[in-house]
């Protein structure tokens, strides 16, 4: 959970099945977190992997490269800048020692039925020919107690629901 620091920037894990829309509110809600917080940057897992060239997506080498994105936004987040991390993420474990590294946490997870993203499948991931998919080859561990849920069902307008998310977060945090 969220811990006022102000010596530290800010995380906001957004977290979700690949398609369920992460980066898009991430964009969404990056107006309303630099007004209200300060220095922000919105980063995604594809940003990093192809910034650092960071292969693999089997379950071993996709932990072990979220460990790498989280030593990366602690060094980011130790600077007073605050960091929208968008990413499928869906490791209990990596989230639990989120919560215990970065002193100033807010965990956004973007609930979608995979049936609606099988259907909407943007990314090509759910077509049956990818390998290493979260959420039907890799079994997703979603998330237990985040600070936001919210559903994406891509039927409500994005720029008024994330304007939701930011007022509905500013309570919990």
């Not at 398609?19 to 917080?37: D, E, R, V």
Request: aromatic share 12%; with cysteine; hydrophobic share 35%.
């Amino acid at each position: 959970m969220y811990k006022k620091n102000n010596s530290k920037g800010i995380l906001f894990w957004v977290t979700g099945l690949a398609g369920s829309g992460k980066s898009t509110y991430a964009k969404l809600l990056k107006p309303f977190i630099s007004k209200k917080f300060g220095p922000t940057i919105m980063l995604s897992g594809d940003d990093l992997r192809k910034i650092f060239g960071l292969k693999g997506y089997s379950f071993s080498e996709r932990k072990n490269i979220v460990k790498k994105y989280c030593s990366f936004l602690k060094f980011v987040t130790d600077q007073k800048i605050n960091v929208i991390f968008a990413v499928i993420g869906m490791m209990e474990d990596i989230r639990k020692n989120n919560r215990k590294i970065f002193k100033n946490y807010v965990e956004i997870y973007v609930k979608s039925n995979l049936k609606n993203l099988k259907k909407k499948n943007k990314k090509n991931l759910y077509s049956g020919k990818k390998k290493n998919v979260v959420g039907v080859d890799i079994k997703a561990d979603l998330p237990k107690k985040p600070t936001i849920t919210f559903v994406n069902n891509f039927k409500k307008n994005k720029k008024k629901q994330a304007k939701e998310i930011y007022f509905k977060m500013l309570k919990k945090i």
